[in-house]
Structure formats: C-alpha cells, structure tokens
C-alpha cells in the first residue's frame, strides 16, 4: 500500500496507513504522515463492480471539486481544503487522479485508487435532529446550486442508477428466473402487491422527463446522512462519497436524504411497529433545503417533493427485494433474509409517510 501512495504526488513522509470506516462499497485507509505541516490522507480503492468505469468516475469528481472550489473561492469562503474534497494526482500524470495497479500475480489490473485530503477534525453522523437536518438541507440544496453552472456534462456512473421503471423492470426480471428459489415465499408476495398498486404512480418521474417538463440536473445521488462532514460545532463542511454525482432528476437528493434521515430506525431495523416517518425531520430538511434551492427550483420540481420523499423508500424497497431474489449478490447481508427485512422496513416506511400527504403538502407551501 506504501507503494500505491507513492504513485501520488503527495506532500509528507508516510508513517502508517490503516482501515477507515465502515463503507461497504468502496475499501478505504487512512494515510498518516510524519511532517506536522503535510496532510493526511485517505486512500481508497474504487470498487469496479458497482462503478464499471472508474475513469469517467474519476473526470467526474475532478469536474466537480473544481468547479466548487472556484465557487467557493468567489465568495471570500476561507478554509477551503475543509469544505471540499481535494484529490490528489499521480505523479506519472498530473490530470490524472487515480493510479491503476497490477495484480500481485500480474495478470490484470488489481484496482483503481485515489487519494484525497483527510478533513481534520470533522466528523459524520449516523443520525440526525432537526438542526442537522435543517444544515444538511440546506448544503445539499446549495451543492446542487454551486453545480447548477458546471460547464462539463457529467457521465452517468451507473446507468440508470435511479431510473423507476430500470428498477421495476429489474425486479420483473428476477422474478421471471427465480434463481433463489424464493419468489414463492407469502410475504414476498404480499410485498409484490403492494409494489404493483403503486407502480404506475412511481414512474411519473420517468414520464415527465420524457415529455421534457422535468429536467436533470447535476446531483449528488447518495445523499444519505453519513455522506456529509460536519465541523465540532455541528456546522456542515462538505458532501462527501462523490462517486454518484451524475445528471438526474433533484428528487433523488432530497428523497434520498429523508429516506434515511427522516426514518425512526436504521434501513434495516427489523421491528415494522418501529419504522415511523419523522415529520419534524422532514421540515426542518425541507426548510434548510428550500431556503438554498428555491431559487433555481421549478414548479413542478417543487410540487413533487412529496412525491420524491415517497419515491426513494418505494425504490429502495424494490432495490432491496431484487437482491433478496436475486439471492443476496449486490448488498452484504449479516443473516439469511436480511435484504427482505430492509424491503420491508423500506415498505413501512413508505406506508408511514402516505399517512402524511396534506401535511408535507401544507409545509411546503408555507415556505415559498
Ligand atoms: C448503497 O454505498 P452506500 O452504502 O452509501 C447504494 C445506495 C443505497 C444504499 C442503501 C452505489 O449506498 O444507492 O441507497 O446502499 N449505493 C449504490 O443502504 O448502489
Ligand atoms: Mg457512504
């Protein structure tokens, strides 16, 4: 691993590199340095099975940390290195911010890996309050708004990553095969009906954007709360985990967010009497975000919210079923039907939130 950081054009004389965190997609390390004025840095290895090409994810993040440093840099902000994500390039080539390393028995390549900037004394969270909510909101709709400009288009990293109908046609797919033998199963059942109600009504996205009254913009795509690095007085540095920053519809910011921010319990929580909608954490994320996107937002962008705040447990739960059908191959599971426990807490979840249409739709208009 040594070897890989000194592919970089690091500042600073490595002295240890150990595990860091707990991502289950990409692996990463923490890379500390002896100089007390150099950085410390993480390393990570991109996982190619989720993200086939690692370059166009690479041109990507390149794209976007430059633009809003820029951005930052315009507005007077200070401690920049803290607010966004600085990667570092390979020595070989300068534009280039990842290296590529043979297998240790050379046949092919072993991995892609970047190095960035460890961000001192921050840290993340896994859940929230109303005030964490309300500043994550609000970053998020001002991430989306530094990005409004970018003059690049951004590749699609997972192609059709948030598309309801992919996603559907997906699931009918595996159902059609059954290759774990558990499609049959009562409750599997019980969930397919519920999903089928509901289908029509979840693709609307899809429509609107083919009928051109819904636009994509650049997004960041993973906006769960653990994305995000806060500074020790709880104030938000940066959106973290850029991997699946792509053109989509801004639904998928702010679902996502509420998906796990505004969910009692952990995606996984297996007592459904537990899997409640936190209706003061959607307000106070709904405020944060409106007060920095409300100004590029269109209408039918903001009539949807709702909508959205419905869509990502709908279409995690689907996701979820798929792997559980599939037999487990996409999302590590810790005991046999735990991908159907995160359907189903996904399922309750979306149930909770129906009970607060009016609600959602009341808030929102008091805050145009
Ligand atoms: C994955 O990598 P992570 O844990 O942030 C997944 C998301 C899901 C999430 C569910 C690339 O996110 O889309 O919402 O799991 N990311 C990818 O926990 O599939
Ligand atoms: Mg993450």
Known sequence: MQNIVSQFAIRGTVSEIKPLGEGLINDTYKVTTVEPDAPDYVLQRINTNVFPDADMVMRNIKAVTSHIRQKLKAKGEDDIDRKVLTFIPSKENPEQLYV??????????????????????????????????????????????????????????????????????????????????????PEVQAMLTEIDKRADEMCKAERMGREGILPKRVCHCDTKVNNMMFDQQDN????????????????????????????????????????????????????????????????????????ATALFPYMQCVRFLWDYLSGDKYWKVKYPNHNFVRANNQLHLLLSIEQHWDEMKQFIQSKL
């Open 236 to 307: 938000v540095l940066c959106v973290i985990d850029l991997d699946t920053v792509m053109p989509n519809f801004i639904f998928s910011d702010y679902g996502d967010f509420l998906r796990t921010g505004a969910n009692r319990v952990a995606e996984d929580h297996p007592n459904m009497a537990e899997v409640q909608f936190d209706i003061d954490i959607f307000k106070a994320f709904t405020e944060g975000y409106l007060s920095s996107a409300k100004s590029f937002l269109l209408p039918v962008e903001i009539e949807n919210l709702p909508y």
């Open 100 to 185: 590529t390393v043979p297998s240790p028995s050379g046949e092919s390549e072993w991995g892609f890996w970047r190095l960035m900037i460890f961000i001192p004394n921050a840290i993340t969270k896994q859940a929230v309050n109303p005030d964490s909510s309300r500043a994550a909101g609000k970053a998020f709709g001002n991430f989306q708004a530094m990005l409004a400009d970018i003059p690049v288009e951004l590749g699609e990293t997972i192609k059709d990553f948030h598309n309801m109908e992919f996603r559907l046609q997906q699931l009918r797919e595996v159902i059609a095969n059954d290759p774990a033998g558990r499609v049959g199963e």
